[in-house]
């Protein structure tokens, strides 16, 4: 199956300070990247979704000022939690869809990064 | 709107058991996919199956099987002979097709095979 590389794969940082979260598509284009938050013991719950080159759509009740997510390339997509707090801790997933071998692939997920905010 | 609901929280059952995981959907479209996807405890996402609604034959891939009912909207999964490293968080999901395709999950059943 195709390969979505996610980086780092676990993080804590200070609460004010800034993350970033890559997603890379490894092995295809990804045209389309959707980045979801999950919370101990919950389901995962779309935030955005990101199109190549355009600006993402964000879900309703995710700020997007908080929330930065940058889809430049065809293989990379970023999600920065700007001015973290504790109660932004959970575990971020991204994944991509785009064209491989010729057909749609399925999306794809990433590892997952664990964001600890102290 | 789209929703999954995954009626079962948790099951538990001893190894060799067969187990199957309920997934009741809704949906306007007429046309959509349906997921199941496996959480070991490590949290990644492992993709295990994805069905067209058009597509309505079961379909069984070693010990996993699904069977897709449109007509009670349901794409229950099922393991036969379950092992302990079957042991995970299963999520079943739904996609528009030609639209935003992005997934809407149900909240997952915790599955824990005994030894």
């Known amino acids: 199956g195709a390969v979505v590389s996610q980086h780092p794969s676990r993080v804590i940082c200070k609460s004010g300070t800034s993350v970033k979260i890559e997603c890379r598509s490894l092995d295809f284009q990804a045209t389309t990247m959707f980045w979801y938050r999950q919370f101990p013991k919950q389901s995962l719950m779309l935030m955005a979704t990101s199109n190549e080159g355009s600006k993402a759509t964000y879900e309703q009740g995710v700020e997007k000022d908080k929330f930065l997510i940058n889809h430049a390339s065809l293989t990379l997509s970023t999600l920065t939690v700007t001015s973290a707090h504790p109660e932004d801790s959970s575990f971020y997933i991204c994944?991509?869809?785009?064209w491989g071998a010729g057909r749609n692939t399925e999306a794809f997920f990433g590892q997952g990064t664990r964001l600890t905010v102290v | 709107a789209q929703k999954v609901t995954q009626a079962q929280t948790e099951i538990s059952v001893v190894e060799k058991e067969d187990v199957t995981l309920d997934c009741v959907y809704e949906t306007r479209d007429t046309t959509y996919y349906l997921f199941w996807y496996k959480q070991p405890p490590s949290g990644e996402l492992v993709f295990l199956i994805r069905r067209n609604s058009f597509d309505e034959q079961n379909e069984i891939s070693g010990r996993y099987s699904w069977n897709f009912q449109k007509s009670t909207s349901s794409f229950n999964f099922t393991i036969t002979a379950s092992q302990v490293v079957d042991s995970a968080v299963y999520f079943c999901?739904?996609?528009?097709?030609?639209?935003?395709?992005?997934?809407?999950f149900g909240k997952g059943t915790k599955l824990t095979v005994n030894p």
């Open positions: 994944s991509a869809r785009g």
């Open positions: 999901a739904l996609s528009d097709v030609g639209g935003s395709e992005k997934l809407v």
